[in-house]
Structure formats: structure tokens, C-alpha cells
């Protein structure tokens, strides 16, 4: 696709509920990162991948977080047993090898 | 511990007049720093980068400044157009040779009014 893509759009989930949000990469890049922006705030990092390998990790907030991308494309970031913090939206980006980083448009997850 | 910062989370700019969005690091490491917009439902969009080799660099209306010795950025947006009115977030990758996962600043809303 032209663009990074993400799914859902908007996400509702009640407390406990597990929930899995999914990108879509720019054809042919390489990196893939997942940001959390909280309300008010930056995105901060929570995982990268190059390829299908995880590279890093160090964001992701507990082991409620996991992250996939099992043939080196689409990613999923699952979140179990949601929490009220949880709630932000969630980016996806991803670059060529070494180049600059393209957003999507987000998942804004809203837990009840 | 904020190692980007944006101190002013909002700024309000007469059409055509200048704009001068700030941000502040504390990482001596930082080489690179890079300028993103965000309008709403949107994700952050690449606006601007400089590298720390350079003190200024310009791209049409946008200019970034770099003062390595006050850990400072600026962004000068000359003249301001109401399609400017967005989200910026300054950013800085980590050293140079690590992947490039961004730390990016709290964001400062631009409002232009026409």
C-alpha cells in the first residue's frame, strides 16, 4: 500500500479484556517500531523489529505486551488482561534499512 | 527522565508572522534530531532533521537551529500559514549505529490564526 495502515481505528475494550491491534508496513521496509502516545504526550517506544526478528523489547511497559511479526510484514501488538492505563494510541512506524520513519495513523485504544 | 523536552505546550501565531517552536535535550550523544507534524487522527509526519556537523539548515518556510552548547532547538516557521496549525514534536534518535527508535518531546500545539 501507499502508506503504513493500521487496524482497528479506534478500539473499545473493557478492563481484562485482551485486545490486538495490527500494522500494516510501507511494501519492502525492513524496520518496524510500535509507539504508545498517551494523551498530552510524545510517542515513546515500545518495540522494534528488523525483519521478522525483535530487536529490542525495552519499551514495552509489562509482560502484558507482545509483540509479533512472523514472516518479517504485518505486525500484531497484543495487550492482555487490559489495563485502565493502557488506554493511548498506539503507532506503528516503519522505515527502509536505515532510513526515516513513516506513521500510521494509530490505534486509539479506549479501556472502560 | 525526559531527555527531550518541549516546554511550551501550546503557541498561538498571526498568519504571516513568524513561528518558533523550542525543545531542549540533556543527551550529550544525541548527533541527529529530526521535526515531526501531527494533525489530528493522524500519524506524526517527517517535517525537518539537522545534524549536529550543522548549527542551522533550511528547507522553504522551515528552519531549524541548533545550539550544541545550550543542548537547544529551535524550529522557525517564516511566514505561518493556517494549514501550519498542528502538533510538533521534536525528536532524537540514540547514537549513531544503534536502530532508530526515537525519543521524541511532549509536542507543542501551533495554532495560526487567520
Known amino acids: 500500500g501507499a502508506g503504513v495502515s493500521q487496524s482497528p481505528r479506534y478500539k473499545v475494550a473493557k478492563r481484562g479484556q485482551d485486545v490486538a491491534l495490527r500494522c500494516d508496513p510501507i511494501?519492502?521496509?525492513?524496520?518496524l517500531f510500535w509507539y504508545q502516545q498517551a494523551l498530552g504526550q510524545g510517542p515513546e517506544f515500545l518495540t522494534y523489529?528488523?525483519?521478522?526478528?525483535?530487536?529490542?523489547k525495552s519499551g514495552l511497559p509489562s509482560d502484558r505486551f507482545f509483540a509479533e511479526r512472523p514472516e518479517g510484514s504485518v505486525s500484531t501488538l497484543k495487550i492482555q488482561r487490559t489495563q485502565q492505563e493502557d488506554s493511548a494510541v498506539y503507532l506503528c512506524?516503519?522505515?527502509?534499512?536505515?532510513?526515516?520513519?513513516?506513521f500510521g495513523s494509530g490505534t486509539q485504544l479506549s479501556v472502560l | 527522565d525526559q531527555q527531550v523536552k518541549q516546554n511550551s505546550p501550546s503557541l498561538s501565531v498571526q498568519e504571516g508572522r513568524i513561528s518558533i517552536l523550542n525543545c531542549d535535550y540533556t543527551?550529550?550523544?544525541?548527533?541527529?534530531f529530526l521535526w515531526y507534524k501531527k494533525y489530528p487522527a493522524e500519524g506524526p509526519t517527517f517535517l525537518i532533521s539537522?545534524?549536529?556537523?550543522?548549527d542551522k539548515n533550511e528547507d522553504g518556510r522551515f528552519t531549524v537551529f541548533l545550539n550544541k552548547s545550550a543542548k537547544h532547538l529551535s524550529l522557525h516557521i517564516v511566514p505561518s500559514q493556517p494549514g501550519d496549525s498542528a502538533v510538533y514534536f521534536c525528536?532524537?534518535?540514540?547514537?549513531?549505529?544503534?536502530?532508530?527508535?526515537?525519543?521524541f518531546g511532549s509536542g507543542t500545539q501551533l495554532t495560526v490564526l487567520p
Open positions: 512506524a516503519s522505515s527502509p534499512r536505515r532510513g526515516r520513519l513513516f
Open positions: 511494501s519492502g521496509h525492513v524496520s
Open positions: 523489529f528488523q525483519n521478522e526478528a525483535q530487536l529490542d
Open positions: 543527551n550529550s550523544m544525541f548527533d541527529y
Open positions: 539537522i545534524s549536529s556537523i550543522k
Open positions: 525528536a532524537a534518535p540514540p547514537g549513531s549505529g544503534s536502530a532508530r527508535q526515537l525519543t
